[in-house]
């Protein structure tokens, strides 16, 4: 558990990082950040879970995904009172594990018709040169980061969802969760 636990702290920089909007991945500072417009962060978080439902249905297959709810974290250099972004990091394990062989492939056939553009697709640096892709959805304002750990014990498939930067409407304030 503590080694997941950090590698999960590992990988959470580095897929903030990627997915800030892959688009803005040569940008020389994070006040590039793709704005995703004025919203509560209640609401972003909803558009989050709505998003990460979507992808959860791409994915075809019985299985599990723990329910963990969005996250808010401030955007790059803006005003951390004004602007933030909301994330959603999950795990999908089908039930069972040979189902995942093909999942990549097809959520990266499929992502494009639901308006994805997928960035990047291939294996990390990883010693287990795990196979990820990251896609982003402008219409959405949000970009997906999907590693499939065929080598952990069951294999899954992570997700982080990530917006651009929210600003907070005139006299709300960022909520934290």
Not at 88 to 116: A, I, N
Request: hydrophobic share 35%.
């Amino acid at each position: 558990m503590k080694t997941k636990l950090g590698a999960l702290a590992l990988t959470l920089p580095t897929a903030l990082g990627i997915l800030v909007g892959c688009r803005v991945a040569n940008a020389e500072n994070h006040d590039d950040i793709p704005s995703s417009g004025v919203s509560t962060s209640s609401d972003a978080a909803e558009d989050a879970k709505k998003t990460s439902s979507e992808l959860y249905n791409l994915i075809g297959l019985k299985g599990k995904a723990p329910d963990t709810g969005p996250g808010v974290k401030e955007c790059g250099m803006k005003d951390p009172d004004r602007y933030f972004q909301i994330f959603h990091s999950w795990s999908f394990r089908p039930t069972s594990p040979e189902q995942l062989e093909d999942v990549m492939d097809q959520l990266k056939s499929q992502l494009p018709k639901q308006g994805w553009e997928v960035v990047a697709y291939g294996p990390d640096s990883s010693r287990n040169k795990n196979l990820g892709l990251t896609a982003d959805n402008d219409a959405k304002k949000f970009s997906v980061n999907i590693i499939y750990q065929a080598k952990d014990n069951p294999p899954n498939l992570n997700f982080f969802v990530v917006s651009g930067c929210y600003l907070v409407p005139d006299g709300q304030k960022i909520e934290q969760f």
